[in-house]
């Protein structure tokens, strides 16, 4: 076992064919719409002032995420200027910190990760399998993880974003429910995993983006 998850290197092929990222978040990306990114007309609907969109997002009502003390997830910022990118950033973030979150609580029907990711979607089946698979294994998790080099781009201007991000489990560990036995490993290349996340716009929440689609590279040497 990997001394934090049981985690596999893809989620689906689907989501493979949509998130082509690069390590630095460049290239061009394909929601499986049509329409040409930036082709929409804006001058036909007047857009929000980023005030307006901090604003609603601010408001959501989201579910509460809290962890044990000896549990702490660490999230670098990134210099953004777009509003909905920004949001869908923060939001990736909090996808991942729900899976985290169903680990730490045991809830394979945590309510955190349905509420950041698409009902049926690659995304939230993923979320669902992790903490299964942590359920069923006996584990739990301790100890720090870190989100690296977190890298943002627009794939469908205003409906899907594509955010990507590195996670470091040096200082994270597996930890029997049962008894409490810590598993440590020497540090090591597995500690590393790349994330690929397409973010799109909730349909019925202003502000708020979920998880649809994702890949997460293990061993991910471009993490390091």
Same mark, same amino acid.
């Given at each position: 076992?990997?001394? #934090?998850?049981?985690?596999p290197?893809v989620?689906?092929?689907?989501?493979?064919?949509?998130?082509t990222?690069?390590?630095?978040?460049?290239?061009?990306?394909d929601s499986?719409?049509?329409?040409?990114?930036?082709?929409?007309?804006?001058?036909?609907?007047?857009?929000? @002032? %980023?005030?307006? =969109?901090?604003d609603?997002?601010?408001?959501?009502?989201? %579910?509460?995420?809290?962890?044990p #003390?000896?549990? =702490?997830?660490v999230?670098?910022?990134?210099?953004?200027?777009? %509003?909905?990118?920004?949001?869908a950033?923060?939001?990736?973030q909090?996808?991942?910190?729900?899976?985290?979150?169903?680990?730490v609580?045991?809830d394979?029907?945590?309510a955190? !990760?349905?509420f !950041?990711?698409?009902?049926?979607? %690659?995304?939230?089946? /993923?979320?669902k399998?992790?903490i299964?698979?942590?359920?069923?294994?006996g584990?739990?998790?301790?100890?720090?993880?870190? /989100?690296?080099? *977190?890298?943002v781009?627009?794939?469908?201007?205003? =409906?899907?974003?594509?955010?990507?991000?590195?996670?470091?489990?040096?200082?994270?560990?597996?930890?029997? &429910?049962?008894?409490?036995k &810590?598993?440590?490993?020497? *540090? @090591?290349?597995?500690d /590393?995993? /790349?994330?690929?996340? @397409?973010?799109?716009?909730?349909?019925?929440?202003?502000?708020?983006w979920?998880?649809?689609?994702?890949?997460?590279?293990?061993?991910?040497?471009?993490?390091?």
């Amino acid at each position: 076992m990997n001394r #934090s998850h049981i985690r596999p290197i893809v989620v689906s092929l689907t989501a493979a064919a949509a998130l082509t990222l690069t390590a630095c978040g460049g290239g061009d990306g394909d929601s499986g719409n049509d329409k040409i990114a930036g082709a929409e007309d804006s001058a036909k609907k007047k857009s929000a @002032s %980023p005030a307006e =969109k901090a604003d609603k997002a601010a408001d959501i009502d989201r %579910p509460e995420m809290t962890f044990p #003390s000896d549990v =702490k997830l660490v999230f670098d910022k990134a210099n953004l200027g777009d %509003p909905d990118q920004i949001a869908a950033l923060n939001d990736a973030q909090n996808y991942a910190r729900a899976i985290e979150h169903g680990i730490v609580e045991q809830d394979a029907d945590d309510a955190a !990760y349905k509420f !950041y990711s698409e009902y049926g979607s %690659p995304a939230y089946t /993923y979320a669902k399998d992790q903490i299964r698979k942590h359920i069923d294994a006996g584990y739990t998790v301790t100890g720090e993880r870190r /989100y690296t080099k *977190p890298k943002v781009q627009t794939v469908d201007k205003k =409906k899907t974003i594509a955010v990507t991000f590195c996670t470091n489990d040096n200082k994270l560990f597996g930890k029997e &429910v049962k008894g409490g036995k &810590v598993l440590r490993t020497e *540090p @090591s290349l597995k500690d /590393y995993s /790349y994330w690929q996340i @397409s973010m799109s716009a909730a349909k019925n929440t202003k502000g708020l983006w979920r998880a649809d689609l994702v890949k997460v590279e293990s061993e991910a040497q471009q993490c390091q």
